[in-house]
């Protein structure tokens, strides 16, 4: 374009060339060439106009390379937490502890709760030295600083070795108590002097036919008690027979407590379970006892196929008569009690409506159960805990009417005479000492670890069952 002297001229020349250096540069801001439309991009710059903080959002304005602008909220923040250490308290062995944190901008506080730690045992320290005669016991404490927590534990008597000198220990029945071979004796002469005190020494030895001896019997087990503290023996008359009445323990089993032939067991509390929880009952051995001659306990739980597959053993000895005329189930408290950590009662309740299936699985004939369902999570640790003889499930145990256990062995069994066989023995002892003829009371049987039958163990016929 000319550009002319006149004033006005120049102007228009000027406002001409102004012109098109806007388009020029209005094309450069949206990256449109000249005769495109203007697009705005608001990435030029950023002004600040209200922080964001963790209470409240921000105000932004962002700026075209044009000029133009427009405002952007700005989203809350992060809130500062700082641990308030008036505020938060460190758990303990016994307690839980809480960390409490505080924003220092807005003030919210976040609660973090912790469990609590649980004791740090040392090494078990002895208070009392076990006997022969008595347990001992044992403590630990806490590690911990500012905590006293302790825990205790009943060190098992002190086991004695088999002796020779006993001829005969039986109980009052007469039938020989089979724990006898670890009695200790000492046998003394008139004037007080010991002549046999050891475990390895033998009664062998001569006995002076002008010499009374007296016969001190010690570490009786629990449950059983002497007729009399001392015994008295001869040249004339060297065979010593001692009677040894049993009856249940009445106080609480230790921890340490185990079970073998021959031991008399705690009256311990049984929960038979019902088909309904208002069925359930609470009963003590001793209450049934009082109703049956013995007590049978299979110890089982419901996915194990050895358990299922005595089952049906069980329910047929259940139903057979003894040699009184009677059934096993109306002379011995049948029971079948759940393993201490995997059975509930609410299980419990569940197979004994429905043992089929279960037992369906394993092609197991189907049954309704009479037994008793018995749950008692101590009675079966004590059981399971008894290394040897428990070995696993299933195992039975039988205990006789004066609370001693005549049998418990681990044992899939073959026929229902595995279990009528024991009862029998059971139900004969009952018989005997309530028999009005006593004569025969004096003689005695062969020890029950002699006449207990061989044990058909479960890995012998796990793949028999499946």
Same mark, same amino acid.
């Given at each position: 374009?000319?550009?002319?002297?006149?004033?006005?001229?120049?102007?228009?020349?000027?406002?001409?060339?102004?012109? &098109?250096?806007?388009?020029?540069?209005?094309?450069?801001?949206?990256? =449109?060439?000249?005769?495109?439309?203007?697009?705005?991009?608001?990435?030029?710059?950023?002004?600040?106009?209200?922080?964001?903080?963790?209470?409240?959002?921000?105000?932004?304005?962002?700026?075209?390379?044009?000029?133009?602008?427009?405002?952007? *909220?700005?989203?809350?923040?992060?809130? +500062?937490?700082?641990? !308030?250490?008036?505020?938060?308290?460190?758990?303990?062995?016994?307690?839980?502890?809480?960390?409490?944190?505080?924003?220092?901008?807005?003030?919210?506080?976040?609660?973090?709760?912790?469990?609590?730690?649980?004791?740090?045992?040392?090494?078990?320290?002895?208070?009392?030295?076990?006997?022969?005669?008595?347990?001992?016991? *044992?403590?630990?404490?806490?590690?911990?600083? &500012?905590?006293?927590?302790?825990?205790?534990?009943?060190?098992?008597?002190?086991?004695?070795?088999?002796?020779?000198?006993?001829?005969?220990?039986?109980?009052? !029945?007469?039938?020989?108590?089979?724990? !006898?071979?670890?009695?200790?004796? $000492?046998?003394?002469?008139?004037?007080? /002097?010991?002549?046999? @005190?050891?475990?390895?020494?033998?009664?062998?030895?001569?006995?002076?036919?002008?010499?009374?001896?007296?016969?001190?019997?010690?570490? %009786?087990?629990?449950?059983?008690?002497?007729?009399?503290?001392?015994?008295?023996?001869?040249?004339? =008359?060297?065979?010593?027979?001692?009677?040894?009445?049993?009856?249940?323990?009445?106080?609480?089993?230790?921890?340490?407590?185990?079970?073998?032939?021959?031991?008399?067991?705690?009256?311990?509390?049984?929960?038979?379970? &019902?088909?309904?929880? +208002?069925?359930?009952?609470?009963? /003590?051995?001793?209450?049934?006892?009082?109703? @049956?001659?013995?007590?049978?306990? =299979? %110890?089982?739980?419901?996915?194990?196929?050895?358990?299922?597959?005595?089952?049906?053993?069980?329910?047929?000895?259940?139903?057979?008569? +003894? +040699?009184?005329?009677?059934?096993? &189930?109306?002379?011995?408290?049948?029971?079948?009690?759940?393993? $201490?950590?995997?059975?509930?009662?609410?299980?419990?309740?569940?197979?004994?409506?429905?043992?089929?299936?279960?037992?369906?699985?394993?092609?197991?004939?189907?049954?309704?159960?009479?037994?008793?369902?018995? @749950?008692?999570?101590?009675?079966?640790? %004590?059981?399971?805990? #008894?290394?040897?003889?428990?070995?696993?499930?299933?195992?039975?145990?039988?205990?006789?009417?004066?609370?001693?256990?005549?049998?418990?062995?681990?044992?899939?069994?073959?026929?229902?005479?595995?279990?009528? !066989?024991?009862?029998?023995?059971?139900?004969?002892? @009952?018989?005997?000492?309530?028999?009005?003829?006593?004569?025969?009371? =004096?003689?005695? #049987?062969?020890?029950?670890?002699?006449?207990?039958?061989?044990?058909?163990?479960?890995?012998?016929?796990?793949?028999?069952?499946?």
């Amino acid at each position: 374009m000319k550009i002319g002297k006149t004033g006005k001229g120049l102007l228009l020349a000027v406002t001409a060339l102004a012109t &098109g250096a806007m388009a020029l540069f209005l094309g450069a801001c949206g990256e =449109n060439s000249a005769n495109e439309e203007h697009i705005h991009d608001y990435t030029a710059r950023r002004e600040i106009v209200t922080e964001a903080k963790c209470n409240q959002e921000g105000l932004a304005r962002d700026y075209c390379a044009c000029g133009d602008s427009k405002e952007v *909220k700005l989203d809350k923040t992060e809130h +500062s937490f700082q641990v !308030s250490e008036e505020e938060s308290v460190a758990p303990t062995c016994t307690e839980k502890g809480t960390t409490v944190e505080i924003c220092s901008v807005c003030g919210e506080r976040k609660v973090t709760e912790h469990d609590k730690l649980g004791h740090d045992f040392g090494e078990w320290e002895t208070v009392t030295d076990p006997t022969t005669t008595k347990e001992g016991l *044992k403590k630990r404490t806490c590690k911990r600083e &500012g905590c006293d927590g302790e825990e205790t534990e009943t060190i098992p008597m002190i086991a004695t070795d088999k002796i020779d000198f006993v001829i005969k220990v039986q109980r009052s !029945s007469g039938e020989l108590f089979p724990a !006898s071979r670890g009695v200790r004796i $000492s046998v003394k002469n008139s004037a007080g /002097k010991e002549i046999l @005190y050891s475990y390895e020494m033998s009664v062998r030895e001569a006995l002076d036919p002008d010499e009374a001896y007296d016969v001190e019997i010690t570490n %009786i087990p629990k449950g059983y008690t002497l007729e009399q503290t001392t015994y008295h023996l001869t040249a004339e =008359n060297p065979n010593l027979t001692v009677t040894i009445p049993a009856a249940l323990i009445s106080d609480s089993a230790p921890s340490s407590t185990t079970y073998k032939a021959g031991s008399v067991v705690y009256d311990q509390e049984l929960e038979i379970v &019902g088909l309904n929880a +208002s069925d359930d009952k609470t009963v /003590k051995i001793s209450d049934l006892l009082k109703d @049956y001659k013995a007590i049978l306990i =299979n %110890i089982y739980f419901r996915t194990c196929p050895g358990c299922l597959a005595e089952v049906d053993y069980l329910v047929n000895s259940y139903s057979m008569k +003894s +040699s009184t005329g009677k059934s096993y &189930g109306d002379e011995v408290a049948m029971m079948m009690l759940g393993r $201490s950590d995997t059975e509930t009662k609410e299980t419990m309740r569940t197979f004994k409506k429905n043992p089929n299936t279960y037992m369906n699985k394993y092609n197991i004939q189907a049954r309704n159960l009479p037994l008793m369902m018995a @749950y008692c999570p101590e009675l079966a640790r %004590i059981i399971e805990t #008894s290394r040897p003889p428990f070995e696993g499930w299933p195992t039975t145990v039988i205990i006789d009417s004066e609370g001693v256990v005549i049998y418990m062995l681990t044992d899939v069994a073959r026929n229902p005479q595995h279990f009528t !066989s024991q009862m029998d023995r059971a139900i004969e002892f @009952y018989n005997k000492i309530h028999s009005e003829a006593k004569d025969s009371a =004096n003689e005695v #049987s062969s020890a029950p670890e002699a006449i207990l039958p061989e044990a058909v163990h479960f890995g012998e016929r796990k793949e028999k069952i499946g």
